[in-house]
């Protein structure tokens, strides 16, 4: 995988919609063959990087990604590379601003590479092999100490069973996302849903390769900006400026948690059992003409709910044991009423 190249300095960055001031540090730009993806400058949250993946049921998402090809986008760590496994992918970015989850999962990628199998690479965690796992470090990256702790948990997560959910569970998901690593069609980048520089040109990058982006994975990023009116205007931008394909989709986990109640309107019957995220997945081309009217993830919900075409995308009979018949995903097919939204939005 070819390494980051340092071209020019920052000293101010507008995270996600907060304001943080960032130590001076590097921008950077990947290459891929005769082509460069321009990444925005590498961030540090002012809150713990999620290296361990809560999401714990990604089999949800099966029905919708089954047969998604082209280019998928992603934020986060395992939960991206869980999803890309339920499609037939030729590129995946594995895309987040916070720069411990970006130097992960190059690790990541560079121990899917050695290990032959699901269960070796499994076994590096559960063991806590930190001796292999500094052999996976690129020539410009440091082991962080904070890591330690962060394998222990990933460890603890592979040890248990989650019913397919994530690709290293499945001797044939793991082998297609080592086979795309090996092929070098998997790159970790800096980079925002809100920001200037990245996604367009990974955009660029997925129109020049004729693979459009088919799949925008965005966890619940939105949690942390569609509050703000700026870096909403900015993700609604990037959204439509992206290259994608017509059948275009947008991945997102809702919390049905009660510390997120006056944020978000998600009823917890739709909740999984083992996580407590609803799983959502929106047409392309609704989601964005929902978030240009509303400009507010907590109307998104509420159009969901009241107002959307939206249908409960069943999954297959899972494995014996499996807690609760799997609910699948809430797909949002058609929004049928979006001048409602607006109508919404003002009476809040």
């Given amino acids: 995988m070819a390494r980051l190249k340092s ?6 960055v507008f995270v996600l919609g907060f304001g943080v001031l960032l130590p001076i540090h590097t921008n950077a730009d990947l290459k891929i063959g005769d082509r460069i993806v321009r990444e925005e400058p590498p961030g540090h949250f002012s809150m713990k990087a999620f290296l361990r993946s809560n999401e714990l049921m990604s089999r949800s998402y099966q029905p919708v990604l089954q047969n998604k090809t082209g280019t998928l986008v992603g934020v986060g760590t395992f939960r991206v590379f869980n999803e890309a496994a339920f499609g037939n992918f030729d590129y995946i970015f594995l895309m987040d601003l916070e720069s411990d989850v970006v130097e992960f999962n190059k690790i990541l990628l560079e121990a899917i590479r050695k290990s032959e199998s699901a269960e070796e690479f499994r076994a590096h965690f559960i063991q806590s092999d930190y001796r292999f796992l500094i052999t996976c470090l690129g020539p410009d990256q440091k082991w962080n100490s904070d890591w330690y702790n962060a394998v222990t948990e990933i460890g603890q997560t592979m040890g248990k069973n989650y019913y397919g959910s994530f690709f290293y569970e499945s001797e044939e998901s793991f082998q297609k996302i080592r086979k795309l690593v090996e092929e070098n069609r998997v790159f970790s980048v800096h ?3 809100t920001g200037e520089i990245t996604l367009k040109s990974i955009s660029d990058f997925a129109n ?4 459009p982006v088919s799949t925008l994975s965005v966890s619940n990023a939105e949690d942390y900006f569609l509050l703000n009116e700026l870096p909403t ?7 439509k400026e992206l290259a994608k394909n017509p059948d275009f989709l947008v991945t997102s986990t809702l919390n049905a948690r009660p510390s997120y109640s006056s944020r978000l309107v998600t009823p917890k019957n739709l909740a999984q059992d083992l996580d407590s995220w609803v799983y959502a997945a929106y047409s392309g081309s609704e989601y964005i003409k929902v978030l240009d009217i509303t400009h507010s993830r907590s109307v998104i919900a509420s159009v969901r709910e009241a107002f959307g075409e939206w249908r409960e995308v069943t999954l297959p009979p899972g494995p014996a044991g499996e807690p609760r018949p799997a609910m699948g995903v809430i797909y949002v097919e058609k929004i049928s009423k979006p001048e409602i939204c607006k109508m919404n939005l003002k009476a809040k």
């Fill in 191 to 193: 980079g925002s849903l």
């Fill in 233 to 239: 205007r900015n993700y609604i931008r990037n959204l």
């Fill in 7 to 12: 071209t020019f300095l920052v000293t101010l």
């Fill in 208 to 211: 020049s390769m004729k693979k």
